[in-house]
């Protein structure tokens, strides 16, 4: 997912940002003989993700910085581990700390929350998955921390999977006709997915064979029995009221897929910190 050139680009435009027209603290103390060696710390408990576009700042301001990595993405570290060493440009490390940091504190603390709602779920068949609310223009690093962190992505964008809701089933009149237009019109490669906040829109759902039917809102009651009626004829979805302490009864109710926007939006950062030697 995090090609070398979707990384390039962002990170340039985060250094651009925060550096700007030069760093006038390292600019007037570091020369370019200076040299520095930091470790990558962490102070707390998590799951580890974002080390790729972690190194990538640092090579961009200079490729005379080298970074020793101890962890890959997706191990779980515990507080006071080291991370990683970094030796050379002590102008490009300090220049590219806070950057550095502020991807892979983000990207960390998304792939830990991910981690502590699947592990929720326990030996239940159902997978968490996020959603589209995310931070704009920074998607493609929470979705892959959520990969990381061991569940599966919802749609990427809007082009993904037609995905009729409540507001679009008002504009076409009913189900039926959301599903019947879209299905004419769309590729034989995507999916649809209806959202459903009553029995009787999951019944209409399975007549118009949807791919995906969404259970919005529901309580577990009601989802079981949704989960019978559907019997397979669809990948079921749970969405609504997700959080670490219903996300196991709400896999208990047969569901395959729980999606909570909870483990990005609502993600803390992972507490990292770049100590110099």
Known sequence: MLDNFLINKHVLAALEE?????????????SEDDVL??????????????????????????????????????????K???????KGSAS????????GLNYIQRMSGIATETRKYQ?????????ISDT??????????EKYSVLIGGACVHRFNLADCAMIKDN??????????????IRKNISHTHKIEVECDTIEQVKEAVNCNADIIMLDNMNCETMSKAVKLIN?????????????????????????????????AKAPTLDLALDIE
């Open 18 to 30: 925060d550096i700007g027209f030069g760093d006038i603290t390292t600019d007037n103390l570091a």
């Open 37 to 78: 060696v930091a470790k990558l710390n962490t102070r707390t408990d998590g799951v580890l993700c974002g080390l790729k576009v972690f190194e990538q700042v640092f090579k961009l301001l200079s490729e005379d910085v080298d970074i020793k990595f101890f962890f890959k993405d997706g191990d779980k570290i515990k």
């Open 80 to 86: 006071g581990d080291t991370i990683a060493i970094l």
């Open 92 to 99: 490009a490390i300090l220049k590219g700390e806070r950057t």
């Open 119 to 127: 592990d929720a779920i326990g030996n239940y068949k159902a997978r």
């Open 132 to 141: 589209r609310k995310t931070t704009p223009n920074f998607r493609i690093f």
């Open 168 to 181: 679009h089933i008002k504009l076409a009149g009913s189900l039926t006709n959301a599903v019947e237009k």
């Open 232 to 264: 397979g004829r669809a990948i079921v979805e749970a969405s609504g009221n997700v959080n670490l302490d219903t996300v196991n009864s709400i896999a208990a109710t047969g569901v395959d897929i729980i999606s909570s926007s909870a483990i990005v």
